[in-house]
């Protein structure tokens, strides 16, 4: 794929990027890890100070950064503003943590003194997506970075913009230039570099396919991993929840991002006595939300991120419908090869269909009837994925017992799905392994080294 910006909304290619080559790409990954040797070095309240800096320079290029973003990959700017400051907020989280979390962990053994220790890895590359073009490269820089590590960014070939104005950041608030370097590189140096002993690690967030190719490779020459990977969460209502927040709150979880996130609730698992009247609330909610161009301050949903996911999805809703998936609330795409897709709901969602077993990355709401609360959770774990879940429900300790028996990374109690700083972010099954965010995140991709030292010995007494 090219490496290009081209707004969705209107089709116009904004800007195009030569690829770098691989003789430079491998220049640049000798560059980081000669500076990882000096940056590893330095105290954490060095690192802080340019962090912190980040964070200012984010909050104070948040307009720009959202432009970029709305022109790139169709995020409303007032989203994109929002996203900004999320950063911003990650930064000074890890400015002021980080070393508390990395501190040395005594542990008591038999030993006079034995710790744990945490030291970083060296060069890490990150492979990111365009659906959160600044928060998912964030995320995992400002722990990489406060742990001592250096980064690589080999970004999604359409937010190359986004791309180099976050590197711009990182390098104006003070860091080294080779101690956070974007790839301008096409997908295939990606197993190259991955091979090479200069590169200590990889991280990823995207597709299930990408994600297993990484994988494969990064395990092929034993370097550490982090996938954060594709999700279909469910969002569990059960007979005796507040039924209009719960509504409200899923036309929200599911048109985040225009549904273009991995955490947006995608899977609505509804008791069936109170089945119908939630989708007729959905439907209000989501035809009341409004769409336009992402540069409008009053749009609140834009296009898909390129025509050819819109495409991918109406194929989806097609086959899934002939497979016997009911149509609820027409939407989607006006015409083949445009990135504008309206709000739909499929109900009628069964076994076999794809909508039952696929992840649908926009804005289409799967509604699955459940008997009860334990089909309920039957219907949410009867899936590849496990990245987050919600359950609605007046009965607290049911929730909890819920919570406890969902297969994902997350579960939300009466609330939306998000990512927070102060909570791990991640999966299981095919939605990935490792954390992000915490203190778990920063802990990743760190030596965690087992420290014993011996008691000394008592000195031999002198003889005449």
């Given at each position: 794929m090219p490496i290009a910006s081209i707004n969705p909304y209107t089709g116009r290619v904004l800007r195009r990027?030569?690829?770098?080559?691989?003789?430079?790409?491998?220049?640049?990954?000798?560059?980081?890890?000669?500076?990882?040797?000096?940056?590893r070095t330095t105290t954490f309240a060095h690192r802080a100070d340019i962090l912190r800096r980040a964070a200012e320079l984010l909050r104070e290029r948040q307009d720009e950064l959202a432009r970029l973003m709305a022109l790139e990959m169709g995020k409303p700017v007032v989203d994109g503003r929002a996203e900004a400051l999320k950063c911003a907020a990650c930064c000074d989280f890890y400015a002021e943590k980080a070393e508390e979390f990395l501190a040395d962990e005594e542990i008591k053994t038999d030993a006079g003194r034995s710790f744990i220790s945490y030291q970083p890895l060296g060069v890490v590359l990150a492979v990111m997506p365009w659906n959160f073009p600044l928060w998912q490269v964030v995320r995992f820089a400002a722990p990489a970075l406060m742990a001592g590590?250096?980064?690589?960014l080999k970004h999604a070939s359409n937010v190359p913009q986004c791309a180099l104005a976050l590197e711009k950041i990182f390098h104006d608030a003070g860091l080294p230039e080779a101690c956070f370097r974007n790839l301008l590189i096409e997908n295939e140096l990606?197993?190259?570099l991955i091979a090479d002993d200069r590169l200590a690690a990889v991280t990823l967030t995207g597709s299930e396919g990408a994600g297993s190719a990484v994988a494969a490779a990064a395990g092929q020459h034993i370097k550490k991993t982090v996938l954060e990977l594709g999700g279909s969460d469910p969002f569990i209502v059960l007979a005796d929840a507040d039924l209009a927040l719960a509504a409200k709150t899923a036309a929200q979880a599911r048109m985040l991002n225009?549904?273009?996130?991995?955490?947006?609730?995608?899977?609505?698992?509804v008791e069936k006595k109170v089945l119908k009247?939630?989708?007729?609330?959905l439907k209000t909610h989501l035809l009341a939300l409004r769409p336009g161009d992402p540069l409008d301050e009053?749009?609140?949903y834009g296009p898909l991120a390129r025509p050819d996911l819109a495409d991918e999805l109406t194929k989806q809703v097609a086959d899934s419908v002939a497979q016997g998936a009911r149509i609820e609330l027409h939407g989607g795409q006006p015409k083949p090869g445009s990135a504008v897709f309206k709000p739909m709901i499929l109900s009628n969602v069964k076994p076999g269909q794809r909508a039952y077993e696929e992840e649908f990355f926009g804005p289409v709401a799967l509604v699955l009837e459940a008997k009860d609360a334990a089909d309920a959770v039957r219907l949410a774990n009867d899936s590849r994925f496990g990245l987050g879940a919600a359950v609605w429900t007046a009965d607290l300790q049911k929730a909890e017992e819920m919570a406890r028996q969902i297969e994902s990374g997350a579960v939300f109690v009466n609330g939306l799905v998000k990512s927070m700083n102060e909570l791990p972010f991640g999966g299981v099954k095919k939605s990935g392994y490792g954390r992000e965010l915490s203190y778990l995140g920063i802990r990743e991709f760190v030596n965690q080294?087992?420290?014993?030292?011996?008691?000394a010995a008592a000195p031999e007494a002198k003889t005449e």
């Open positions: 990027f030569r690829p770098i080559s691989r003789v430079k790409a491998e220049q640049l990954l000798a560059q980081a890890h000669r500076a990882a040797a000096g940056w590590n250096v980064g690589l990606i197993p190259q225009a549904g273009q996130s991995c955490i947006a609730a995608k899977r609505f698992i009247e939630f989708i007729t609330q009053a749009t609140q080294k087992s420290v014993w030292i011996g008691k």
